[in-house]
């Protein structure tokens, strides 16, 4: 496949398009908000938000959505999505956005991973694991340059591996899940009512409270016996953490984590595993999906 292809983004606070070129240039971008009340409306501006960017850029060769979910089989919907946007749920993206060739659709964290393998924190690398740190904890595994989606697209939700059991169950019936132990969704919890968001508690833990020291370092300090089991099922070169929690919060997270990593990880003739964060920022996911299109069309 030659040309231009665009990558679609379905976050959970904006929707972001992005038309890369074969060769990897960002052409043109866009966003629009997504919007929970108006979740059913979403297809058609995303639609109207494509038109207006081929203006710019001329007829897409291929177009790619990432959103989250698991993705069918065929890779043109997702089969299974709940929560706030489970209207898109079985949505036909290409009838959708008016195309005749099909949308090829990527789960968001996987798309993620792709992008960043092409252009950013993994590039030329053929074994890596990304992992999203937000709200909650998205994940993606790539091996031997490709990313696994598994038997039924569940691959690679590494945010849902129990830490510890018995523990409280997560979203997906996980107990004591990675998620549940840095996830944005339960920092006030965590902290007992302390903190109301992630960004706060880094914030504390930076002015050196020691309430927020003692919560972050247990959460930084689960992160990486994570990281380290993931390490030894998986054996990437490299991890990339992204999301906003990891941007953010810059070497406040990653001077404990590796600490905390030379503690637990297992290191045959001292290979270690790199551990950077995510450079492409929110695009990530729209670049990839862009480049999951391209794939898929080749």
């Not at 810059?250 to 001077?255: E, H, S, V, W």
Request: aromatic share 4%; hydrophobic share 45%.
């Amino acid at each position: 496949m030659t040309g231009v292809a665009i990558g679609i983004d379905i976050g959970g606070t904006y929707t972001k398009l992005v038309a890369v070129s074969d060769a990897g240039e960002i052409l043109a971008r866009a966003r629009l908000p997504t919007d929970d009340s108006a979740a059913s409306r979403l297809p058609a501006s995303t639609a109207n938000a494509l038109a207006r960017l081929e203006t710019i850029v001329g007829p897409a060769a291929a177009v790619g959505v990432a959103c989250p979910g698991l993705v069918r089989s065929d890779g043109v919907a997702v089969h299974w999505m709940k929560g706030r946007l489970d209207v898109l749920e079985g949505l036909d993206w290409t009838a959708a956005l008016q195309r005749r060739a099909p949308v090829r659709v990527v789960n968001d964290a996987q798309a993620a991973l792709k992008g960043e393998s092409w252009l950013g924190a993994g590039r030329g690398c053929r074994d890596v694991v990304m992992l999203t740190l937000g709200t909650g904890v998205g994940g993606a595994i790539m091996s031997g340059g490709r990313v696994l989606t598994g038997n039924t697209g569940r691959a690679g939700h590494l945010g849902h591996i129990a830490l510890q059991v018995p523990g409280d169950k997560d979203i997906v019936n996980t107990p004591g899940s990675l998620e549940d132990a840095i996830g944005n969704c339960t920092v006030r919890r965590r902290s007992h009512g302390r903190f109301e968001s992630t960004e706060a508690l880094v914030d504390a833990y930076a002015q050196g409270d020691p309430i927020a020291s003692q919560v972050w370092q247990g959460s930084v300090m689960r992160l990486a016996a994570a990281l380290a089991s993931i390490v030894n099922a998986v054996d990437p070169a490299r991890i990339i953490l992204g999301g906003g929690i990891a941007v953010r919060a810059g070497d406040l997270l990653m001077a404990p984590l590796r600490t905390w990593m030379d503690e637990y990880e297992w290191r045959p003739h001292d290979t270690g595993v790199e551990i950077v964060v995510a450079e492409l920022g929110d695009e990530a996911g729209a670049i990839g999906a862009a480049r999951h299109a391209m794939e898929q069309s080749a």
